[in-house]
């Protein structure tokens, strides 16, 4: 198990295919609490499982489950927490989208935000998803798309904490 606390900033890139699990501490909830990555196969390709773990001594509690887009394997580009009252913890995911023949090349990136609520239901506890934060993200391509270069402004968790500043998040 890999283990990285930086603060109320957490991240890196990239969950390789080949990589059944990963691990690693947040800031969220209490000092204790890790991220769990899990490879899932999937009739339609691989998709990844997030978990919350040491939080609650009866095991994990359900993050989401990021699925493969056109066969392609999400990527978890970066993980965060931020915010006083409540923390949100912030996950940002890519699939790339590469279609040389039509003049397309990039990636498809979407932020997902959750709040430090726990719904029940279901065989394990779930994190409550803040998706109304999430929308405000929306969904973006960023590299060349059928000839014309796009841009997504939240590929990382800079950008992302510089729009919450914008908004007014604290």
Same mark, same amino acid.
Do not use: C, H
């Given at each position: 198990? !890999? ?17 059944? %699990?990963?691990? =690693?501490?947040?800031?969220? !909830?209490? @000092?204790?609490?890790?991220? *769990? $990555?899990? +490879?899932?196969?999937? *009739?339609? #390709?691989?998709? /990844?499982?997030? =978990? ?9 509690? !359900?993050?989401?489950?990021? *699925?493969?887009? #056109? ?8 993980? !965060? /927490? ?15 989208? @590469?279609?040389? +023949?039509?003049?397309?090349?990039? +990636?498809? &990136?979407?932020?997902?935000? &959750?709040?430090?609520?726990?719904? %029940? ?7 409550? %998803? ?8 929306? /969904?973006? $391509? ?5 000839? %014309?270069?796009?841009? =997504?402004? &939240? ?10 500043? *914008?908004?007014? =998040?604290?």
């Amino acid at each position: 198990m !890999f283990v990285l606390n930086l603060g109320l900033t957490f991240f890196w890139s990239g969950l390789s295919n080949a990589i059944e %699990q990963l691990s =690693y501490r947040i800031p969220f !909830f209490n @000092d204790r609490a890790s991220i *769990e $990555f899990r +490879s899932e196969r999937r *009739e339609d #390709g691989d998709g /990844v499982r997030a =978990y919350l773990t040491g939080i609650r001594e009866t095991g994990s509690i !359900f993050v989401d489950l990021y *699925e493969a887009e #056109g066969g392609v394997t999400p990527e978890i580009k970066s993980v !965060f /927490v931020t915010g006083k009252n409540p923390k949100k913890l912030f996950i940002i995911v890519a699939w790339a989208a @590469d279609n040389p +023949s039509i003049g397309t090349g990039g +990636s498809v &990136y979407q932020v997902f935000v &959750y709040d430090e609520r726990i719904e %029940q239901g279901g065989p394990l506890p779930k994190l409550k %998803q803040d998706t109304g934060l999430s929308n405000r993200f929306g /969904v973006g $391509f960023d590299g060349t798309r059928e000839g %014309q270069l796009l841009i =997504y402004r &939240y590929k990382n968790a800079s950008a992302v904490k510089r729009q919450l500043f *914008e908004w007014g =998040y604290k």
